[in-house]
């Protein structure tokens, strides 16, 4: 018996969709792909980046956003939730509904178990691939570690930065963030 193909979609039939569903999908190059769900850490971490960025430009012409809106990434054919996104400058919707937005300076992902090697490997790769995008944060669920990737001349390049005591500095932004706030919240119990 032949398998049923994979239905494919356009990406306006994918935001038809996408505004009508009460669950989250993201766009892979015509395929529809419902996102992972989330735990108490991701939560955690996810809002604890947002307060701290949110913060941190609160006097600059910058917008933090959650999860909120979908990044779409037009050269890798993606469209994908980051869990917070920074814009400076005014936001660049691409479609009427306000929905998709293109011209973020950061992203932020909080890592899942399901998802990290898609999040490290093709998504990062698309991402890159934003002429606005200058730095990306992983953050780690599993201990207190941020894989920090940044635009250079050259292209990227990446660090990590691990423990509680640790500071990472955006070189964009121009903000340090202190690991052991991002993580203040996290219990590694359980």
């Not at 193909?5 to 935001?15: I, S």
Request: hydrophobic fraction near 40%; charge should be negative.
């Amino acid at each position: 018996m032949a398998a049923s193909a994979v239905p494919r979609f356009t990406h306006d039939e994918f935001l038809e969709r996408e505004q009508q569903s009460p669950f989250r999908h993201e766009y892979v190059r015509g395929r529809v792909e419902m996102m992972a769900g989330g735990s108490e850490r991701h939560a955690l971490l996810c809002t604890a980046i947002v307060r701290i960025l949110d913060t941190a430009l609160l006097d600059r012409e910058c917008r933090v956003y959650g999860d909120a809106f979908l990044l779409r990434m037009a050269a890798a054919d993606l469209s994908s939730y980051p869990d917070a996104m920074v814009v400076c400058g005014q936001p660049n919707f691409i479609e009427r509904r306000k929905l998709v937005l293109d011209n973020p300076i950061l992203v932020v992902e909080v890592l899942s178990p399901s998802t990290e090697e898609y999040d490290l490997g093709e998504k990062r790769l698309a991402y890159q691939q934003l002429s606005s995008l200058q730095e990306i944060l992983f953050i780690s669920q599993d201990r207190p570690a941020v894989q920090y990737w940044f635009r250079h001349e050259g292209g990227w390049d990446s660090v990590v930065i691990d423990g509680m005591s640790a500071t990472l500095s955006l070189r964009y932004l121009g903000i340090d963030i202190g690991v052991g706030d991002l993580y203040r919240r996290v219990s590694w119990v359980g």
